[in-house]
């Protein structure tokens, strides 16, 4: 959760989630990811901004996709994003390893208004967390 307001630390404006995923899959084959569902909830005064965002990749490899949601106060709702990956910036798990694909998650919050407030959680009101990854395949 990422809060913003008066009295509150600049520290907490952002928090982060690094999900490190070890997918086993049959050699031959790579796999890149085309989307992923995140939900949370957003309660932000006029004149703050929420921004969730991801980004994407393999281990050992300087290529990444990334994808960002924004959110301008007045809000005050749960939201469910479906990422999808842009096809110019697919990123395909290299042939021959088997990598570890991470996921870079982060909550964010800016403001206009010195006396605003905001919160922004990527979660739900039950608490649970739940990452929906689309993958896509081919062979090598």
């Given amino acids: ?3 913003i307001g008066p009295g509150v630390a600049i520290t907490n404006n952002r928090a982060n989630c690094q999900l490190n995923i070890n997918l086993q899959y049959p050699s031959g084959f790579q796999y890149s990811v085309l989307g992923t569902d995140f939900r949370g909830y957003a309660a932000l005064d006029s004149g703050v901004t929420g921004v969730q965002s ?3 990749y393999f281990s050992g490899s300087s290529t990444q996709a990334s994808t ?4 301008k106060g007045p809000f005050n709702s749960d939201y469910a994003i479906s990422d999808k990956i842009p096809f110019t910036s697919t990123i395909w798990s290299p042939c021959g390893a088997a990598l570890p694909l991470n996921i870079n998650s982060q909550v964010r919050l800016t403001s206009t208004n010195v006396n605003g ?4 959680t990527e979660d739900s009101i039950d608490g649970k967390i739940t990452y929906i990854i689309g993958v896509q395949w081919q062979t090598c």
């Fill in 1 to 3: 959760m990422a809060s």
């Fill in 54 to 56: 991801a980004t994407y």
């Fill in 68 to 71: 960002q949601t924004t959110f």
């Fill in 117 to 120: 407030t905001g919160l922004i």
